[in-house]
Nanobody
Framework: EVQLQASGGGLVQAGGSLRLSCAVS????????IAWFRQAPGKEREGVAC????????VYSDSVKGRFTIASDNAKNTVYLQMNSLKPEDTAVYYC???????????????????WGQGTLVTVSS
């Protein structure tokens, strides 16, 4: 059984930083993708960043490019999202998700991911 456990959310002031962690179990990292999505109240779930396990390719949404970094520690089966220069509009519940099949054009689409973690709340105050 694949399980994802997201952690690291919290309250931070604008301009600050947070690091989210996603501990993954039961998944063979080869040819898979791990992504972070977020969902703010009243808004649709949005893809934030993704890393492809085979080659460490990364993809970012335009809204976080240059501020967020996704990285994988395969030895610890953990994927991190380092978030810098946080803005109030980054406030959301952040979810990590895993896809066992990598289709680059679909990496930002929630339905491409079969497995989801429980979410961790990030609140950025102005």
């Amino acid at each position: 059984e694949v399980q994802l456990q997201a952690s690291g959310g919290g309250l931070v002031q604008a301009g600050g930083s947070l690091r989210l962690s996603c501990a993954v179990s039961g998944l063979t990292f080869g040819n898979s993708a791990i992504a972070w999505f977020r969902q703010a109240p009243g808004k649709e779930r949005e893809g934030v960043a993704c890393i492809v396990s085979d080659n460490d390719d990364t993809v970012y949404s335009d809204s976080v490019k240059g501020r967020f970094t996704i990285a994988s520690d395969n030895a610890k089966n953990t994927v991190y999202l380092q978030m810098n220069s946080l803005k109030p509009e980054d406030t959301a519940v952040y979810y990590c998700a895993a896809a066992s099949r990598v289709i680059y054009s679909m990496l930002g689409v929630p339905s491409s991911y079969e497995h989801w973690g429980q979410g961790t709340l990030v609140t950025v105050s102005s």
